[in-house]
């Protein structure tokens, strides 16, 4: 089953990050993890054409949100979620790294004093309501890291989209 385009597009075009803009803390980050599994990507997708269909100002994502409707069975957690943020597994959630470092420095830019890091990424990391840090992405297309490029293989028709992502460089000088 291939990507939709659209959604891709729409992905493309307002994906921005998770957290509140009217956080005291942005974080920027060079791109959103992930996407190292096809599935993954196409969930992410569908996720935010559902939940942010007609964006009329750029949004941030809720975080949880959308790491629970992304399945992560190949580590043996249902979700994303489940491995992040609720610990509902036998062998809990999973500090994620990057997000250890930027939890370290917002306990202590902000002075909050939690139990862990990882109870701070499960309650409190880039959740909306608190408005504690926005988590921004200067690329939003979802990759492991920025040695590989999955993108380049889609046959899509739109020949601007087909382009615009058939290299790495390609997508990050448009």
């Given at each position: 089953m291939p990507l939709d385009p659209a959604k891709l597009q729409h992905w493309i075009d307002n994906f921005y990050g998770y957290g509140s803009w009217?956080?005291?803390v942005w974080f920027i980050?060079?791109?959103?993890?992930?996407g190292a599994d096809y599935m993954e990507v196409k969930q992410k997708l569908d996720y935010f054409d559902t939940n942010h269909k007609h964006?009329?100002?750029p949004t941030l994502c809720d975080i949880r949100s959308l790491h629970s409707s992304v399945t992560c069975t190949a580590t043996g957690?249902?979700?994303h979620r489940e491995l992040r943020f609720t610990?509902?597994?036998?062998?809990?959630?999973k500090l994620q790294g990057t997000w250890g470092s930027l939890i370290r420095f917002v306990k202590g830019y902000c002075g909050k004093i939690y139990d862990s890091d990882l109870e701070y990424q499960k309650t409190s990391l880039a959740f909306p309501e608190n408005g504690n840090e926005a988590l921004i992405e200067l690329f939003p297309l979802p990759s492991p890291n920025k040695q590989v490029w999955?993108?380049?293989w889609l046959d899509i028709k739109d020949q601007k989209l087909s382009r615009l992502l058939k290299t790495r460089k390609s997508y990050e000088l448009a």
């Amino acid at each position: 089953m291939p990507l939709d385009p659209a959604k891709l597009q729409h992905w493309i075009d307002n994906f921005y990050g998770y957290g509140s803009w009217d956080a005291p803390v942005w974080f920027i980050g060079y791109e959103e993890g992930g996407g190292a599994d096809y599935m993954e990507v196409k969930q992410k997708l569908d996720y935010f054409d559902t939940n942010h269909k007609h964006p009329i100002e750029p949004t941030l994502c809720d975080i949880r949100s959308l790491h629970s409707s992304v399945t992560c069975t190949a580590t043996g957690y249902d979700t994303h979620r489940e491995l992040r943020f609720t610990g509902t597994h036998p062998n809990d959630s999973k500090l994620q790294g990057t997000w250890g470092s930027l939890i370290r420095f917002v306990k202590g830019y902000c002075g909050k004093i939690y139990d862990s890091d990882l109870e701070y990424q499960k309650t409190s990391l880039a959740f909306p309501e608190n408005g504690n840090e926005a988590l921004i992405e200067l690329f939003p297309l979802p990759s492991p890291n920025k040695q590989v490029w999955y993108y380049g293989w889609l046959d899509i028709k739109d020949q601007k989209l087909s382009r615009l992502l058939k290299t790495r460089k390609s997508y990050e000088l448009a």
